[in-house]
């Protein structure tokens, strides 16, 4: 029985003190609907990555990959290892062309390079695609906490009626932290959850790896752990097509590439973290920081609670009926001491806010700017839309909540998750890939792909002998390790995503050559093949990347108009010319660029390491005249 | 034709599959990047990114196959 201590009450009250009053003070930059919903283009590339890993960690992590790691041992890691091949489609493609477009949302860049009936295709398909994302992560908190005060069986009397004490554990838990997450991201915005998820993602790393080592250290030492482990189980990768629920073909198709290309250019969330990067080259260095050593990190972080269980169930410390999906509690009660288990609760709640947060802030950005800018009430000031935004923040955590209990339907929780995913996200992928490598694709081919895809993909549930012509053997070997009846269709889990992702591409390719491409004036800046005209239309004149790996610290005094003079010599320092865009920054690197501005670079002076800005300018980008330098770099 | 792949262990099959299958995608994507010149080979930032992406790669290649073979031997 899992039973709290006075100091884990104390530790897990401190996390959500900080946690609010963290967000609350950082929301005091939020001036406008581009600093709520981008953050001001400023941050660091290290700062973004470091809430990433906050907002790829969610609280479904912590459980479902304990679930994987007790059941296959270290191959749970595969998910959190296999995400670099589609690294170029995010890197040379869709993070240039988004961030240099200044598209405020997926949906509306579907509207630039398509039109209006696929933007709003899009619209729907990303929609449920988040709001689906907040109710799985909200349903494992619930989970989390069901493991930890639960009593299957028992009821509790509540103003009059009779719940199960369960059920009611399950729904309060997932309001509660759906309300409290709330607070801090309706006040501030982007710059709210990401100064937040900054915090959070070191929290949650740090208790994944004290729960290992204090696991290691309760087991007599690593190689204790390590031989008490079967050799299937330390090997990096699941069986070939076995089980149903977890093999590599599943793993590769429905992960590394239909749910990695979704979850990196599908996801608004991500989409807005990136577009809160100073410049493409930060956002670049962070995704490749991101996969290449926070995402092998985080997977040692969530999975390794399964990993202890399979040698302390070997050891008889813990119940050999211990239900999977409380795996991670459980191991995480035993080994450690009053304090610490509040922390790793703590962190467990952390992942799940710096998720939800992200997500949150994601639905009202497509809200606002695709649904109630446009539509419903165009032509208002930007204070009335900040306001807006903040109520479709409260809307979107409401809507998740309702899907707790459909959730809950599932006996495991990745089965419904993947489910779910598999059926939003192939098309939508599709798409995304073929709009910006393939100039050709019209816009009735997207539009085409986006609802047969989607049709088709769903068809499959009914009639799942669809996908069994390209299942790599996966009914087959289920059949005969005896995992389903002679005669019963296996359900396909992760096969369903390769599936939709092939369907979709026969569709769009079909439909693409039987439909009228678009003119150039619609792709222009949207494809790969024009990248530098979106650089031209960012900046607004020729770009260059001369001197831009030049830094200079300068005297910030007072000046006027809307851009940056910088005397002859530093201006020739930096191979920039007026109408080159410049970042001034806050001296202070660890600030990640909080305090910071892009501006536009004006006539030169003559008084040399001076640079001047207009009061305006020094206001919005909360820069101190006080302090003796800023930092000035070229951009673009 | 497929004799090889049938002799191929399991936990080979899957390392095999996996870096056939998505180093296909990885490559073509940079060829492609390449061909459309999003990735110039003119500019120095343009060369480091590709230097990175290939470095990758062969890093999570090589991590996964020591760790199969260490476990294996």
Known sequence: ?636 | MFGWWQSLPEYWQTLVYQYTVGGCIFFFMIFWALKTKALKMSSKQDRNTLKTLIFGFVFFLGVHSIWTYLVTK
């Open chain 1, 1 to 636: 029985m899992v039973k709290l201590h006075i100091y884990d009450y104390i530790v897990i009250f401190l996390y959500f003190s900080g946690v609010l009053a963290s967000g609350i003070w950082f929301g005091r930059y939020t001036k406008s609907t581009k600093d709520f919903f981008l953050g001001g283009q400023r941050f660091s590339w290290w700062l973004v990555a470091v809430s990433c890993v906050a907002t790829l960690v969610g609280s479904y992590s912590f459980l479902t990959y304990s679930e994987l790691g007790y059941t296959s041992g270290l191959s749970s890691t595969v998910y959190y290892t296999n995400d670099w091949f589609i690294l170029p489609i995010f890197m040379l493609g869709w993070l240039p062309i988004i961030y240099f477009s200044r598209v405020l949302s997926i949906p509306e860049y579907f509207g630039r390079r398509f039109d209006d009936k696929t933007r709003l295709a899009a619209l729907c398909i990303i929609m449920l695609y988040l709001v689906g994302y907040i109710g799985i992560n909200l349903h494992t908190i619930g989970k989390g906490f069901q493991g930890i005060f639960g009593d299957p069986g028992a009821s509790v009397e509540l103003l009059g009626f009779i719940f199960a004490k369960d059920s009611l554990i399950l729904y309060g838990s997932a309001i509660g932290v759906g309300l409290f997450s709330i607070m801090y991201m309706h006040h501030g915005g982007q710059t709210s959850v990401i100064m937040t998820d900054l915090l959070q993602g070191f929290l949650l790393i740090g208790a994944g790896f004290l729960v290992f080592g204090l696991g290691i250290y309760h087991l007599g030492g690593f190689g204790n752990w390590l031989s008490s482990m079967p050799m299937d189980h330390k090997l990096p990768f699941p069986h070939y097509n076995t089980p149903n629920g977890f093999h590599a073909i599943g793993a590769f198709w429905s992960d590394a590439i239909t749910a990695s290309i979704g979850f990196y250019c599908m996801n608004q969330g991500i989409l807005m973290r990136f577009m809160s990067v100073k410049s493409v080259r930060d956002g670049k260095k962070a995704i490749c920081v991101v996969i290449l050593v926070f995402m092998p990190i985080a997977a040692i972080a969530v999975s390794n609670a399964g990993w202890l269980g399979t040698a302390l169930v070997a050891k008889g410390e813990i119940p050999a009926d211990t239900p999977v999906s409380k795996m991670f509690v459980v191991v995480s009660y035993m080994v450690s001491s009053p304090g610490i288990f509040g922390f790793v609760i703590a962190a467990l709640i952390a992942a799940l806010m710096s998720t939800l947060d992200t997500l949150i802030n994601a639905v009202s950005a497509i809200a606002v700017n695709d649904i109630w800018r446009p539509y419903i009430s165009p032509g208002k000031d930007d204070k009335y839309y900040l306001r807006m935004a903040r109520y479709f923040a409260l809307s979107a955590t409401g809507v998740g909540m309702l899907l707790v209990p459909i959730y809950n339907q599932f006996d495991l929780i990745m089965e419904g998750f993947t489910l779910v995913m598999a059926l939003l996200t192939p098309s939508m992928v599709v798409v995304i890939t073929l709009a910006i490598v393939w100039k050709r694709f019209t816009a009735n081919a997207a539009f085409t792909t986006l609802v047969l895809g989607f049709a088709v993909t769903a068809s499959s549930f009914v009639f799942p002998w669809m996908i069994e012509f390209i299942d790599h053997g996966v009914n087959l070997a289920a059949h005969e390790s005896g995992a389903v009846a002679e005669g019963q269709y296996v359900p396909y889990v992760h096969m369903r995503a390769f599936f939709g992702t092939v369907a979709s591409l026969v569709i769009a390719i079909v439909t693409t050559f039987l439909t009228k491409h678009s003119e150039q004036e619609e792709t222009k800046g949207l494809t790969m093949a024009s990248i530098d005209d979106a650089k031209r239309s960012y900046k607004g004149g020729e770009p260059s990347e001369e001197g831009t790996d030049v830094k200079l610290h300068l005297t910030l005094e007072v000046g006027e108009g809307d851009v940056a003079h910088l005397s002859t010599e530093d201006m020739e320092k930096l191979c920039a010319k007026p109408g080159d865009i410049l970042f001034v920054a806050d001296p202070r690197a660890w600030l990640g660029g909080l305090r910071s501005i892009q501006v536009k670079a004006g006539e030169p002076h003559d008084k040399p390491s001076v640079i001047r800005l207009s009061e305006n300018l020094i206001d919005l980008g909360s820069l101190h005249l006080d302090k003796e330098k800023v930092t000035v770099e070229k951009l673009l």
